[in-house]
């Protein structure tokens, strides 16, 4: 394997949304991921003067690093409503910003090596049914049509042709240029240190460049967000699991959609690669929070949905690292700023078995080279679908995290639910199953599907 190159996305690159901060604003956002981005945009669409505070880059974290699908297909049935809708919102997007982001109606097909996987994919069929979803299921021929030159046989598949795709580095930095051109201030390269939280309300943050008064503020903070929480008593029981991506140099379209089976999973890109991930690649580092909500994840970890493995030891400065400090004060270096942008290493061992996986079952590549391979902490709650919430504790203090891998797709839906959420107007959807409490209020965990 030649040597690859790191992921495009560093605290290297040029500061694109440049500070200063203001010194007040009627909402502020922790986090430039898609889902501060998304909320930024609607709010400010909406002229309500809002402010994001990235602490690194717009997406540099698990936002650009995702594979770039966008499905309904395999959703829990309560995420479903939202996904629909942000299936539309992407086409909107797409034009609105003016930018070509990558976005194709090109399919979503799982593939299934045994009758067990078929009988799954039914289940999801009577979901699929409720909705009036383009999902099908596939016979063994069928399959062998849809995707060419597969040199596995294999029981049948599930596709939905309406799913889409889109190429995360160029989308979500679009709609961030996008937001900021609609008049939300972004401000890159600026931590959040702490909330300042009097009578059980928002006052304002304190961030590396000074205190912002406010009365709300979203923490979308992905992998980091119940780090920041906690420091102020709230308990988010989130993990991040590390996984490893790989790019191809350009070859032959076998398929323009995204497919996966237990091995591989593979995406079309744009520029005519493939984005590769194998399968059984996931690390969780073992810290502090993984003891603390390690009951919360027996249900998950008994059906063993990200086929995790499992390591001691986070490397120093992680979010759930031995040493990360769970305490600071506002005027002292945060662990955010520590770490601007959280950027594993992708598994040597994981990107050549994708590799030679992905020639396996495509025998007709004469060669598949990798021209890139990265890592990303994928932020995870213990049932698998996020938390999207007031927190009652706090009046102002919103939360919109734990997308548990599946945080792309939905995004635009997320991002429009909460800038609703913060206005105080209806949100449109029944958002019961994303509630804070259910982790603390006795009710048992319910699993989402490891579709
Ligand atoms: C390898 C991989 C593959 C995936 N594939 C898919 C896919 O194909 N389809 C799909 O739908 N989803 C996929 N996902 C999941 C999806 O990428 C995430 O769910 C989604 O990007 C999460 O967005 P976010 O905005 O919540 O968090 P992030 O994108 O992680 O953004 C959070 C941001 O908050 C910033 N931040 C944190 N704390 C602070 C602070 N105190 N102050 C200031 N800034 C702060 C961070 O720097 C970060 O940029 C994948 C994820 C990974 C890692």
């Not at 922790?30 to 609607?42: C, E, K, P, Q």
């Not at 398929?255 to 590769?276: E, K, P, V």
């Not at 031995?322 to 959280?342: I, K, N």
């Not at 594993?344 to 079952?361: I, Q, T, Y």
Request: charge should be neutral.
């Amino acid at each position: 394997m030649r040597h690859l190159p790191l992921f495009p996305f560093s605290e290297a690159d040029p500061i694109r949304h440049a500070g200063p901060p203001p010194k007040t604003s009627e909402v502020v956002i922790v986090g430039g991921g898609i889902i501060g981005v998304t909320t930024a945009l609607f709010l400010a669409q909406r002229n309500i003067p809002v402010t994001l505070l990235e602490k690194g880059r717009v997406a540099a974290e698990q936002s650009s690093r995702n594979w770039g699908w966008i499905r309904k297909q395999g959703r829990d049935a309560d995420e479903l409503p939202i996904v629909i809708e942000a299936s539309r919102l992407w086409r909107q997007l797409a034009e609105e910003c003016g930018e070509d982001i990558g976005l194709k109606q090109t399919g979503v097909t799982y593939l299934a090596s045994s009758d067990k996987k078929m009988a799954g994919f039914e289940e999801f069929m009577k979901i699929a049914a409720i909705h009036e979803l383009d999902t099908r299921l596939l016979d063994a021929d069928e399959t062998a049509k849809l995707i060419k030159g597969m040199s596995r046989r294999f029981k049948g598949a599930m596709t939905t042709p309406s799913d889409m795709r889109a190429e995360p580095w160029l989308a979500v930095p679009a709609l961030a240029r996008l937001a900021a051109r609609k008049g939300a201030r972004i401000v890159e390269n600026c931590a959040v240190r702490t909330l300042e939280i009097s009578a059980g309300r928002i006052k304002g943050v304190w961030t590396e460049a000074g205190y912002i008064e406010t009365s709300s503020v979203l923490v979308a903070g992905g992998a980091w967000s119940s780090l920041l929480l906690a420091r102020h008593g709230v308990s988010v029981p989130q993990l991040s699991v590390r996984v490893t991506v790989a790019a191809t140099e350009p070859l032959p379209e076998i398929y323009s959609g995204a497919a996966a089976d237990d091995h591989i999973a593979f995406r079309r890109r744009q520029d005519g690669g493939y984005t590769l991930a194998p399968g059984g690649s996931n690390l969780l580092y073992v810290g502090p929070d993984a003891f603390r909500h390690a009951t919360k994840y027996l249900p998950a970890l008994m059906a063993n949905p990200f086929g995790t493995r499992y390591f001691p030891f986070a490397p120093s400065g992680y979010p759930d690292s031995w040493s990360t400090p769970r305490d600071w004060a506002p005027d002292s270096r945060s662990p955010f700023e520590r770490m601007r942008v959280l950027n594993p290493a992708a598994e040597r061992s994981g990107l050549r078995s994708v590799e030679h996986n992905f020639k396996h079952l495509f025998p007709q590549f004469e060669t598949v080279r990798l021209k890139a391979g990265w890592g990303g902490m994928i932020d995870a709650m213990p049932d698998v679908v996020p938390v999207v919430d007031h927190v009652e504790a706090v009046g102002g203090l919103f939360v919109a995290t734990g997308m548990s891998g599946h945080g792309f797709g939905i995004g635009p839906g997320i991002g429009r639910v909460v800038s609703d959420m913060m206005q105080g107007n209806e949100t449109g959807h029944d958002l019961s199953r994303f509630r804070l409490s259910r982790f603390h209020d006795g009710s048992a965990v319910r699993l989402g599907p490891a579709l």
